[in-house]
């Protein structure tokens, strides 16, 4: 008998815990990503800081995205580079603005400068985009 009241006491207990935790009861939502939000996010590695966005994905720059306004990375190099997308309605946050490109959509840029990742990359913190040769670097919050 000692046994089933322990065992009673117990259950009692883990689903009053379940219930306070918002299990099996109307929680609401999790709030919706603000459009104010920061795409990206500074991690420290061993190479220094650098910018990843959201999903941790390494975020690189074109040294030859230079005015601001645009980006030279169009038609066949967004095969190899994939913009930084932005939703319409984005507005700038701190170091982060928005840029139109030429087909009309937006991309984010760090300090002015075009935002993109590599599929070259495949997991989290991956740099196999980091082309010297071509001119491709990886975005750091120092540049």
Not at 11 to 30: M, Y
Request: charge should be positive; glycine fraction near 6%; aromatic fraction near 10%.
């Amino acid at each position: 008998m000692f046994r089933f009241v322990m065992v009673a006491a117990a259950a009692l207990l883990f689903s009053e815990q379940a219930l306070a935790n918002g299990h099996g009861s109307d929680a609401p939502p999790p709030p919706k990503p603000d459009a104010t939000t920061a795409p990206a996010r500074v991690i420290l590695t061993k190479q220094g800081p650098k910018l990843v966005d959201l999903k941790g994905m390494t975020l690189y720059y074109y040294e030859r995205d230079t005015s601001g306004k645009t980006s030279n990375c169009d038609g066949k190099c967004t095969q190899s580079w994939t913009p930084l997308s932005a939703p319409t309605d984005a507005k700038a946050v701190g170091d982060f603005t928005v840029i139109t490109r030429n087909d009309g959509s937006k991309m984010w840029a760090y300090r002015y400068r075009p935002l993109y990742t590599s599929p070259a990359d495949k997991a989290p913190g991956d740099t196999n985009g980091n082309a010297t040769t071509l001119q491709w670097r990886i975005a750091r919050p120092d540049e």
